[in-house]
């Protein structure tokens, strides 16, 4: 297979969405069946969320393996052409991601973020640590708002 002219290039790379991707769609069809109500992709939230549950205050991230460097100590060395603009990116958006959790969790956000290959291996899976993180958010929540006993 011989090289990809620039402009094969920009149209696989124009297909490529942020939004309302594969994995998405599984993980909030999941939690559709599971009867959980989401916001999707709130741009209000720092790093736009791909699922918000805002009275739990818990947010979710899919991440793809490629974009987010899965594995990175072993495939950063995968790349045969460019790898210096793809090594980059990649370290880019994994420092990204790191100060998205941090600058949510200072918020007091739970940040939940699952690989791709997760949600397509066993999407139940993930739906259920979803649901685990709803019901201790709930019961942090309660536990917060209790009043204290008198003495």
């Known amino acids: 297979m011989g090289k990809r002219t620039a402009e094969e290039t920009s149209r696989i ?4 969405r942020g939004k309302d991707t594969a994995i998405e769609c599984a993980l909030r069809g999941e939690l559709r069946r599971r009867g959980l109500h989401y916001r999707k992709n709130v741009r209000t939230l720092t790093g736009c969320p791909d699922v918000v549950f805002a009275y739990y205050r818990v947010a979710i991230f899919c991440d793809g393996e490629f974009w987010h460097g899965r594995d990175w ?3 950063k060395e995968d790349f045969r052409s460019n790898k210096a603009f793809w090594v980059a990116k990649i370290e880019r958006n994994r420092a990204r991601d790191r100060r998205v ?3 949510l ?3 007091g956000w739970r940040v939940l973020r699952f690989w791709e290959s997760d949600i397509q291996r066993n999407v139940r ?3 259920a640590k979803v649901e685990a993180a709803l019901v201790d958010a709930l019961l942090a929540r309660w536990r917060s708002n209790r009043p204290k006993e008198s003495r």
Not at 13 to 16: A, E, F, G, Q
Request: aromatic share 0%; glycine share 6%; no cysteine.
């Open 105 to 107: 969790r200072a918020q």
């Open 125 to 127: 899976a993930v739906g």
């Open 13 to 16: 790379m124009s297909r490529i």
């Open 101 to 103: 959790n941090a600058t």
């Open 73 to 75: 100590a072993r495939h």
